[in-house]
């Protein structure tokens, strides 16, 4: 095959997953892929300075397992999406510490995991009241919006997270809420119903609940919760590389 027909081809195959995602015709008229904005609820409550089985103050906490996840994952996510970021826990100890980080934007790898990377967890656990404020960025958008809650823990500042996922459903929010709970499988202190209150909160939102245990479950549940049909097809043709060592956070 001469070297102008090889050109030829592999723009063809280029271009194909494009074309099969956007659907027949007028390929460029098609709004792309990964439309919806999404907020990363993320976790610094104090339970996260814990290691990976009990214990605070360790010296591989659990956030430390999240940190390397989403610096794996955000730079190849980022690149499709606008993504935010709230966090909640971190500050005065035992407080109820909710803080609007960043609001979607497009590559917003290095300065979400600029905030994560310094995050030091101390407070309590208002989830209800992150994932409430992370709506409420995306309200005034036209497109659905995504929602992804890092949990390891349950609700400790009164909220009632199955409650507002009902009210989401009552006032026809377009959102989706998405649920990664992290190390949550083994731990006796959490009663049954801590779970199942995270689980409805995604159940009525249409949304995935998805446990993670290890730094791998954790890649696979951000790829799952915050990728879109562009990446998916991207990543099967192995273009979809981990990209950690441009944040700084791999050997």
């Given at each position: 095959?001469?070297?102008?027909?090889?050109?030829?081809?592999?723009?063809?195959?280029?271009?194909?997953?494009?074309?099969?995602?956007?659907?027949?015709?007028?390929?460029?008229?098609?709004?792309?892929?990964?439309?919806?904005?999404?907020?990363?609820?993320?976790?610094?409550?104090?339970?996260?300075?814990?290691?990976?089985?009990?214990?605070?103050?360790?010296?591989?906490?659990?956030?430390?397992?999240?940190?390397?996840?989403?610096?794996?994952?955000?730079?190849?996510?980022?690149?499709?999406?606008?993504?935010?970021?709230?966090?909640?826990?971190?500050?005065?100890?035992?407080?109820?510490?909710?803080?609007?980080?960043?609001?979607?934007?497009?590559?917003?790898?290095?300065?979400?995991?600029?905030?994560?990377?310094?995050?030091?967890?101390?407070?309590?656990?208002?989830?209800?009241?992150?994932?409430?404020?992370?709506?409420?960025?995306?309200?005034?958008?036209?497109?659905?919006?995504?929602v992804v809650l890092l949990?390891?823990?349950?609700?400790?500042?009164?909220?009632?997270?199955?409650?507002?996922?009902?009210?989401?459903?009552?006032?026809?929010?377009?959102?989706?809420?998405?649920?990664?709970?992290?190390?949550?499988?083994?731990?006796?202190?959490?009663?049954?119903?801590?779970?199942?209150?995270?689980?409805?909160?995604?159940?009525?939102?249409?949304?995935?609940?998805?446990?993670?245990?290890?730094?791998?479950?954790?890649?696979?549940?951000?790829?799952?919760?915050?990728?879109?049909?562009?990446?998916?097809?991207?990543?099967?043709?192995?273009?979809l590389p981990d990209d950690?060592?441009?944040?700084?956070?791999?050997?």
């Amino acid at each position: 095959m001469t070297t102008p027909n090889r050109l030829l081809l592999a723009g063809l195959l280029w271009a194909m997953p494009l074309a099969v995602l956007a659907g027949p015709g007028k390929a460029q008229d098609q709004k792309t892929p990964c439309t919806e904005d999404a907020m990363i609820v993320f976790d610094a409550s104090g339970s996260m300075a814990g290691n990976l089985g009990q214990g605070i103050m360790t010296e591989k906490p659990r956030i430390h397992e999240v940190r390397k996840a989403l610096a794996r994952v955000l730079p190849g996510i980022t690149r499709y999406r606008k993504v935010g970021l709230i966090t909640y826990g971190p500050g005065p100890y035992r407080q109820c510490n909710v803080q609007l980080d960043l609001r979607p934007i497009p590559n917003a790898a290095e300065p979400i995991m600029r905030v994560v990377t310094g995050l030091n967890p101390a407070g309590k656990t208002p989830l209800t009241e992150a994932v409430e404020q992370a709506a409420e960025v995306l309200s005034d958008r036209s497109q659905p919006g995504i929602v992804v809650l890092l949990t390891d823990g349950e609700e400790t500042c009164n909220g009632d997270p199955c409650g507002l996922g009902k009210t989401f459903v009552a006032n026809g929010a377009n959102l989706t809420v998405h649920v990664i709970a992290f190390q949550m499988k083994n731990f006796t202190w959490m009663g049954e119903s801590s779970v199942l209150d995270v689980k409805c909160l995604a159940q009525e939102t249409h949304g995935l609940y998805i446990s993670a245990e290890n730094e791998e479950d954790l890649v696979k549940a951000f790829r799952q919760t915050l990728g879109c049909p562009m990446m998916s097809a991207l990543d099967a043709q192995g273009h979809l590389p981990d990209d950690s060592k441009l944040l700084g956070m791999r050997p």
